[in-house]
């Protein structure tokens, strides 16, 4: 510092009761210790209150205990509450992740109900068989007279080719009509009449017995045998009326007009073909 001694001063000043005292004297020092004490406070390259302050800071950290993680200050958290949560959070995450598996699910299984609900399949195709009614109504038969017998509804669906059903005399409208007990399909109707047959008539269905559809007009038949045929169906005299397309359980003969005036109706049988499911396709 190119200084080596120097002559310092002092001054002590007592403050009392007593007079003021002042006391001077002269101590050679030797600054250049001080110099290097400055120095060392300093560091390189710094000042005294630098080196105060780091040195501060260092005694503060030193004094500062650590604080670890297993002393870390504990939370409101319950235990396990934390691991919960990251578990709900994860499964929020794979929810994300699969938005919806039972979606999927369903739509899988929707394919299968979209099967399932499909349209059904065709109805089977109708057959043409001969239907079995299970009973037959008329609108009125002869009865039992002197020389003459009785000519009940029934004797139309005996399939006995000797016997017949005769109808009131000179009766207009005239009717007959098979129950089939369930609704059937009808495609044809076969009728064999005697000679007191029907000139005008209509072959009607139904379900209840009491509103009838026509299936098949005729007018101006004449065809009619008073000998009982002898070939049965296969007979010449038998009308098969094909092609007709009815669903009921009711089939009827409604004579409107008569071959013979002085006569009423009369059939030695009738029948009637298709299927007896009445959903079949024609």
């Not at 105060?52 to 297993?70: F, I, L, N, R």
């Amino acid at each position: 510092m190119g200084r080596t001694y120097a002559c310092v001063c002092a001054a002590i000043i007592a403050v009392g009761t007593l007079a003021l005292a002042g006391l001077q004297g002269c101590l050679l020092i030797n600054l250049d210790a001080f110099d290097a004490v400055g120095d060392a406070s300093r560091g390189p390259g710094g000042d005294a209150s630098d080196g105060a302050v780091e040195a501060s800071k260092s005694s503060a950290s030193d004094a500062a205990p650590e604080v670890s993680e297993d002393d870390s200050p504990a939370t409101d958290e319950e235990p396990g509450q934390s691991d919960a949560s990251d578990e709900s959070q994860g499964a929020d995450a794979a929810d994300v992740a699969r938005p919806n598996e039972a979606g999927e699910a369903g739509g899988r299984d929707g394919g299968s109900d979209a099967t399932a609900d499909a349209a059904p399949p065709p109805p089977p195709p109708c057959t043409s068989s001969v239907l079995v009614p299970k009973t037959v109504v008329a609108s009125s038969f002869q009865p039992a007279g002197a020389g003459s017998i009785a000519l009940p509804a029934s004797y139309a669906i005996d399939n006995n080719f000797s016997t017949r059903w005769g109808s009131a005399l000179e009766t207009d409208p005239s009717w007959i009509y098979m129950d089939f007990g369930a609704p059937v399909f009808v495609s044809e109707v076969d009728l064999v009449w005697q000679n007191a047959c029907a000139a005008n008539y209509d072959i009607d269905i139904s379900t209840d017995a009491a509103n009838w559809t026509m299936m098949k007009t005729v007018v101006g038949n004449t065809v009619g045998d008073a000998i009982p045929p002898t070939m049965a169906w296969s007979s010449p005299q038998v009308l098969k009326y094909q092609g007709l397309s009815g669903r009921g359980r009711y089939v009827r003969i409604n004579g409107t007009a008569r071959c013979l005036a002085m006569y009423g109706y009369s059939l030695w049988e009738m029948r009637a073909l298709g299927d007896t499911d009445a959903t079949c396709a024609p």
